[in-house]
Structure formats: C-alpha cells, structure tokens
C-alpha cells in the first residue's frame, strides 16, 4: 500500500519547491531563520505574491515592525505589484504592535478570513519571543497559534534571526512550534559572502540536505537548486 502525498502548498518561489521535493505541505507553519540583510523579508513577499500571481491563493502579511508603505515600497523594488493585489483582496498587510498576544491572533483570524487566506506570513516572528518574559508562555501562545492556522488551514511562515556568525545564535522559536525551518545563510569565502538556503526540517515531505546558493535579483530571490554552494567560484 502506498501512503498518501501530503497536499502542498506551492511557494512559487523559483527553487524552492524543488528543494522540497514539492513544495511545503499544507498548512505547516514554518520558521526562516536568518542573519541580517540575508533575505527573509524577500522571501515572504515572494511567497505571497507568487501565490496570489500564480495560484490564486489569497495571503495576509503581518508586519511586526514595518509599516505598509515600506513593505509596498520594497516589493515594487522587484517589480511586485502589491498595491493592485490589495485592491483584489488578494493580499493584505497589517501592521500590528505587538502589545496584546490574544489580540494579535484574533487579529490574524479576522484578517485570514476576511480574504479567505491560504497563505500568512509574520515577520519579523522573532520579536513574539522579546514579548514573553517565561519560555514557556511563548511556547504555549505559539503553539495555540499554530493549532489556530491548521484548523483554518493556512500555510505559514514566520520570521527568525540569526547572527552572522551562528555563534551566538537565537534558535529557539523553532523548537516551539515549526513544522519547519528553513535557514538563510550568508556563508564567508575567502573576501566575499556566498548567499545560501538549506531546509533544517520540514514535516511530511523528503528535504533536499545540501545548501544551495540563492540570488537576489531585481526580480527577486531564486535558489540555484541544482549547484552546488561553492561551485560557482571554483
Ligand atoms: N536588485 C537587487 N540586487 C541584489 N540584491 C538586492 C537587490 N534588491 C535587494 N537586494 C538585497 O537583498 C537583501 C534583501 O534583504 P531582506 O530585507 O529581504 O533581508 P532580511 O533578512 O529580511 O533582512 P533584515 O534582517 O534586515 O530583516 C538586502 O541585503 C538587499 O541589499
Ligand atoms: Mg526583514
């Protein structure tokens, strides 16, 4: 007998499926953990702009420090239109202080349903963690929070940061609640940083267990799935 392929969520995002062998499975909640500049906030963006674009699929951004001009700003950089998918109620940004965990939630359920969302993201995620004072208050709000997202089925990504050099490095998000993590790297050769992406985890799918490079483009971020990290500057 053969098991049953999760349904997946498609990301758009050029590499990224194939890294997934198919995308992530749907309505995981996932964790991009990343150093400064590494292009977490591109990748959010791409995910829901693609969604919308390609599938159809309507997402909500939650920005926990941002404002919406500035997230609009830095999507028609990469030539995302995101103002015209807001007017399609395909997209919507909602900039949240983050003072109130249980108004946070209700307010991402409204907005999830207000535009029958399959997609959210939350960046930057990692300030929910600066928001709780015990560990384990941030690790029950979070859980509920991803039990919220299944039950209403969206796919998620949450943001995390990382330093530079790893040593010093906020894992810990992760552990409460991803179905999975993705990591952005700038990764250092010789006198030069090589951008990069490897899947840490991701339940119900096979992973790609290498780091494959990534550009960042004028047209946004792609991963070069099929290289090899250091192969480009051999
Ligand atoms: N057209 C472009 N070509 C090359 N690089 C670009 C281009 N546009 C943006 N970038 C770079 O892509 C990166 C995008 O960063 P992004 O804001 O997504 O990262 P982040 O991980 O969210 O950062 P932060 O830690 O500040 O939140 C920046 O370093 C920026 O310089
Ligand atoms: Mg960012």
Redesign the pocket.
Known sequence: MTVPEPARTLTGVPGLDEILYGGIPRNNLVVIS?D????????CLEFLYYGAVKYNEPGVYISLEESEEEIVG?AE?FGWDIRAMMKNRLISIVTVELYDFDKLKNTIEDEISRLHAKRLVID?GVVFRLYFDRELDARKRILSLGRMLKRIGCTAII?N?ISLDKTTSLFGLEEYVADGVLL?YHTKLEDRFIRSIGVLKMRGTKISERLHPIR???DGIKILANQELFEEVK
Do not use: A, D
Not at 36 to 43: D, E, I, M, Y
């Open positions: 990343g400064p500049g590494s292009g977490k906030t591109c990748l830095f950089l930057p943001t940061e952005l960042i483009t004028k």
